[in-house]
């Protein structure tokens, strides 16, 4: 029995290959009656073994070691263990390459290693040390400096955490890695630098804008207000073409500048949009009617499509919508020679208050090539070099435009082809009640189904016309033949359905536009043009004929029908029934002039705005300084002070501000006493936030320069509102009042 043990434990041990050495010798010890001290040879071969694995095992994990140590090495970290009983450090490779000896001495005590860390970041270290130490945090993280002898002080990130605690749960060892973060902190800092630095030029480019706005608008303001005022005068032609040469190089060169000024505050993130009501149309209109002169100068058609379900009244920032929609209208006019500039307004989704807008601007213009879609929008970039040297811009037009449409919370795309016009799409996001409704233009019922014939030699036009009459409630018809038009009318009148009006484009030639008024008294011209008006005041019809002003749109059309229809003779019908009466807008009232004080330092100024003040009829008084005008305020009661801001001795800011003191110490603004005193703001300075801070200064009203007569004239018009209102209306006045 013991032998076949023996033979069990020889087998397991070296298997059963019997040519074995060790084997045979086995064998004989057995044979020989040795069995005892051949089964301890096996036992101690079997611990030999065990030995081995234990040891190739111990070598495994040495080398796995190895090789984090080795990864640890590639990232830079440096890492050791603090026996915080003996207060020595068990040093990794790393750390000895490292902190192993600093300036010489060597380094192997948490004391020692303490020494080099900065005097002002050892108190926080040893703050946050104790927040692990003492349980309450289970890792510490914290960013110090030390001194290094060559580089000077260096900054490290230090994370430790408690690797052995006693019985008591007190901390015995802590291990700690650290990492070097000098070049991290050094690029920091060269961030922040840049950033103060970029911010000191933000505002020190604010500030020379601001400067040039100031000064350039100065000199500007003479320019373009004298220049107004000899237009005013007797003149030959030639000295009419000088002077309107003149005044129209000042206007492209104020476009110029102000083009430049929002450039810049928009890359300067200092242009806010407004929320204010506007109504669409009204924007609209008035943004295409003024854009129209210039397009009818070139013989183009001018169009405006709004969608009827769009409603009116919005919430938004009508004065950005109007330069986006000018600046591409304007480029489509002027790069168009024949044809038709048309715009297109549409609902593009409504949810909740945000209603958001899509609008089509086409031209049949010379185009652009694909290539150059995207270049247009970056600033100073223009399509076609040759294009424009022929037409002329600086190329900040659609760089703005895009911006601005960014800022609406909208997109911009073109599609063009050269020879083949630009369409020009862009999206833009107002604010509208969720249950908002468009306006509704409906005929009294006596006219809903008069019938209509419209003769237009443009089909876009015959068709949006025709479509807005429909809409209105009247049975159309259309024609671009004009020598259709006696056969039309005849074969209406012979199934005893006469038209009730004929409306027709004014610019056709023979027999249409202003023959038609010596065939039919029941005609409504279209007119394009100031010239067309000319030419029907000197026809052989009365001159009081009816006429409409292209572009036209719902509302006016809707208050021509109803006027046309109500008169038995049209040629009764004034033209003052379907115009307005520009003079009369802009003029005031004579009987109230007003009693003006104009505090401006610069000669040439003074002259203008004195010129422009006496001819409206009011009295004016001049101070060269803020200084002067305090004493005048103390001599004379006024309406109204125009103040020039930057002033020698007292500028208009501190001028106003002493005028408010002393009103407030004779209670003018209460009781019966006199009532405040209307002071608007008369400067170059045209930055965003310039009216703003008049305003606060305690100013009432704002105009920028160069000074242009319908602005001042509305300015006016505000001082003698201001003098009308009650003195308990004031504040109610002045809230309502938008700028």
């Known amino acids: 029995m013991t032998s076949v043990l023996l033979n069990r434990q020889i087998a397991?041990?070296?298997?059963?290959?019997?040519?074995?050495?060790?084997?045979?010798?086995?064998?004989?010890?057995?044979?020989?009656?040795?069995?005892?001290?051949?089964?301890?040879?096996?036992?101690?071969?079997?611990?030999?073994?065990?030995?081995?694995?234990?040891?190739?095992?111990?070598?495994?994990?040495?080398?796995?070691?190895?090789?984090?140590?080795?990864?640890?090495?590639?990232?830079?970290?440096?890492?050791?263990?603090?026996?915080?009983?003996?207060?020595?450090?068990?040093?990794?490779?790393?750390?000895?390459?490292?902190?192993?000896?600093?300036?010489?001495?060597?380094?192997?005590?948490?004391?020692?290693?303490?020494?080099?860390?900065?005097?002002?970041?050892?108190?926080?270290?040893?703050?946050?040390?104790?927040?692990?130490?003492?349980?309450?945090?289970?890792?510490?993280?914290?960013?110090?400096?030390?001194?290094?002898?060559?580089?000077?002080?260096?900054?490290?990130?230090?994370?430790?955490?408690?690797?052995?605690?006693?019985?008591?749960?007190?901390?015995?060892?802590?291990?700690?890695?650290?990492?070097?973060?000098?070049?991290?902190?050094?690029?920091?800092?060269?961030?922040?630098?840049?950033?103060?630095?970029?911010?000191?030029?933000?505002?020190?480019?604010?500030?020379?804008?601001?400067?040039?706005?100031?000064?350039?608008?100065?000199?500007?303001?003479?320019?373009?207000?004298?220049?107004?005022?000899?237009?005013?005068?007797?003149?030959?032609?030639?000295?009419r073409g000088y002077l309107e040469t003149v005044k129209s190089s000042a206007d492209a060169l104020l476009t110029i500048i102000d083009d430049v000024l929002d450039l810049s505050k928009i890359e300067a993130g200092r242009l806010e949009l407004e929320s204010v009501v506007f109504s669409l149309r009204n924007v609209l209109g008035d943004t295409m009617r003024g854009l129209a002169v210039s397009a009818h100068r070139k013989g183009l058609e001018v169009l405006l499509d709004v969608a009827p379900d769009l409603p009116d009244r919005l919430y938004g920032d009508p004065t950005r919508l109007r330069q986006v929609l000018s600046n591409l209208v304007g480029n489509a006019i002027k790069f168009t020679e024949r044809g038709e500039v048309a715009v297109e307004v549409s609902k593009l989704r409504h949810s909740g208050m945000s209603l958001y807008l899509q609008f089509v601007v086409r031209d049949t213009g010379v185009g652009i090539a694909p290539e150059l879609h995207e270049q247009i929008f970056d600033a100073f970039m223009q399509g076609d070099p040759s294009t424009a040297r022929r037409f002329g811009g600086t190329g900040l037009g659609l760089a703005i435009t895009n911006r601005l449409v960014k800022l609406m919370d909208g997109q911009i795309w073109l599609e063009s082809e050269p020879g083949g016009g630009s369409t020009f799409y862009f999206t833009a996001r107002v604010a509208a009640e969720p249950n908002a409704a468009a306006p509704s233009f409906e005929l009294p019922t006596g006219l809903q189904g008069r019938a209509v014939l419209v003769i237009d030699d443009c089909p876009h036009a015959l068709a949006l016309i025709a479509r807005m009459l429909q809409q209105l409630g009247l049975e159309v018809d259309t024609t671009d033949d004009a020598s259709r038009v006696p056969a039309l009318v005849a074969e209406r009148a012979r199934v005893g359905r006469p038209y009730d009006l004929i409306l027709a484009d004014g610019g056709m030639p023979a027999p249409g536009g202003l023959a038609l008024l010596q065939t039919f008294d029941n005609v409504l011209l279209l007119l394009a043009n100031h010239a067309q008006r000319q030419e029907l005041a000197r026809s052989a019809a009365v001159p009081s004929r009816p006429h409409l002003v292209k572009p036209v749109f719902e509302d006016n059309l809707f208050d021509a029908l109803r006027a046309a229809f109500d008169v038995a003779d049209l040629r009764r019908l004034e033209l003052a029934r379907f115009e307005v009466d520009e003079a009369a807008v802009l003029g005031l009232d004579a009987a109230e002039p007003l009693n003006v004080l104009l505090v401006e330092d610069t000669l040439v100024n003074q002259a203008l705005a004195v010129q422009l003040l006496t001819k409206a009829g009011h009295r004016v008084t001049v101070a060269n300084n803020g200084v002067e005008a305090l004493e005048w305020f103390e001599q004379q009661p006024f309406d109204l002070i125009l103040m020039d801001l930057q002033m020698p001795l007292i500028d208009g800011m501190e001028a106003t501000a002493k005028i408010r003191a002393r009103e407030a110490s004779r209670s003018w603004a209460v009781g019966e006493g006199p009532r405040q005193c209307y002071i608007a703001a008369m400067t170059a300075h045209a930055m965003q936030g310039d009216r703003e801070r008049c305003l606060a200064a305690g100013m009432d009203d704002y105009i920028s320069k160069p000074i242009r007569r319908q602005a001042l004239n509305a300015l006016l018009k505000r001082a003698i509102d201001h003098r009308r209102a009650p003195k308990g209306e004031l504040s109610v006045l002045l809230q309502n009042w938008t700028g």
């Not at 040879?41 to 070598?59: K, S």
């Not at 490292?98 to 380094?107: L, S």
């Not at 192997?108 to 703050?127: H, K, N, Q, T, Y």
């Not at 900054?155 to 890695?177: A, N, Q, T």
Request: proline content about 4%; hydrophobic content about 40%; some cysteine.
């Open 12 to 239: 397991a041990a070296f298997g059963t290959c019997e040519e074995a050495p060790l084997k045979g010798a086995l064998d004989a010890l057995q044979s020989a009656g040795l069995s005892d001290l051949a089964a301890n040879l096996v036992n101690l071969l079997v611990e030999i073994e065990d030995t081995y694995d234990r040891h190739a095992e111990i070598e495994r994990r040495a080398e796995k070691a190895r090789r984090l140590v080795a990864c640890l090495d590639l990232t830079g970290d440096v890492l050791c263990e603090w026996d915080l009983v003996s207060r020595k450090i068990k040093q990794s490779s790393a750390w000895q390459r490292r902190f192993g000896t600093i300036g010489g001495a060597p380094v192997r005590s948490i004391d020692d290693w303490l020494e080099w860390i900065l005097p002002d970041d050892r108190a926080m270290v040893g703050e946050r040390l104790n927040t692990v130490l003492q349980r309450r945090a289970p890792l510490m993280e914290i960013e110090h400096r030390m001194l290094d002898p060559d580089d000077g002080w260096r900054w490290w990130l230090l994370r430790c955490r408690v690797s052995v605690r006693d019985g008591e749960g007190k901390p015995k060892r802590l291990l700690v890695l650290h990492r070097d973060i000098t070049d991290q902190k050094r690029s920091e800092a060269a961030l922040v630098r840049a950033k103060e630095e970029a911010e000191t030029a933000n505002r020190a480019r604010g500030a020379f804008l601001a400067n040039m706005s100031h000064e350039i608008r100065t000199p500007m303001n003479a320019v373009v207000g004298m220049t107004e005022l000899a237009l005013d005068t007797p003149l030959d032609d030639v000295q």
